[in-house]
T-cell receptor
């Protein structure tokens, strides 16, 4: 059972380049989300999706696009990379238990923009 | 929206001592409070959670307490061990919402 798989694990981009961070889950979860993690700022929500064909903006969406064509995949696109997008990116898929929402995170993608 | 504050940002404890991390939240509608542990090079993983109709919950060496009136909740780790060294995040949400609002994280170091 793979859970949430993110690729690549590391990436270096030049300013202005574009790229797609891949995320796939095999748990049939409806909800998927992308976070960025920066020192002292915790996990900030970039975009999220409540099901195939439905996406919405989170707290810090500027400079990023997402799409959700299938339940399993939720790629994050950087349109024109900027140094401010240097960060560690986490994809998560979630389900609602009787308690609340449990999120399962991927291993992360460490992105450096030079 | 929900705002979650977490303190301290770093915590160093002697092996065998206790560690306490505190969080406050702003939205009185929040009723679900999970804690996540992130080990080096990995994604965060849920370790314990609590709903607002419960004041305390324990799971072996970890416990969480909630004061809904004061809007704060805490993580307690007793008899700390080297494998407890990690970054811990608190979070808050409502039970009918998928979105989680995270605190800034606490880096816990357990000294041998």
């Amino acid at each position: 059972n793979a859970g949430v798989t993110q690729t690549p694990k590391f990436q270096v981009l030049k300013t202005g380049q574009s790229m797609t961070l891949q995320c796939a889950q095999d748990m049939n979860h409806e909800y998927m989300s992308w976070y960025r993690q920066d020192p002292g700022m915790g996990l900030r929500l970039i975009h999220y999706s409540v099901g195939a064909g439905i996406t919405d903006q989170g707290e810090v969406p500027n400079g990023y696009n997402v799409s959700r064509s299938t339940t399993e995949d939720f790629p994050l696109r950087l349109l024109s990379a900027a140094p401010s997008q240097t960060s560690v990116y986490f994809c998560a898929s979630s389900y609602r238990s009787g308690m609340g929402t449990e999120a399962f995170f991927g291993q992360g993608t460490r992105l450096t923009v030079v | 929206g929900e705002n979650v504050e977490q303190h301290p940002s770093t915590l160093s404890v002697q092996e065998g001592d206790s560690a306490v991390i505190k969080c406050t939240y702003s939205d009185s509608a929040s009723n679900y409070f999970p804690w996540y542990k992130q080990e080096l090079g990995k994604g965060p993983q849920l370790i314990i959670d609590i709903r607002s109709n419960v004041g305390e919950k324990k799971d072996q060496r970890i416990a969480v307490t909630l004061n809904k009136t004061a809007k704060h909740f805490s993580l307690h780790i007793t008899e700390t061990q080297p494998e407890d060294s990690a970054v811990y995040f608190c979070a808050a949400s409502t039970s009918n919402d998928y979105k989680l609002s995270f605190g800034a994280g606490t880096t816990v170091t357990v000294r041998a």
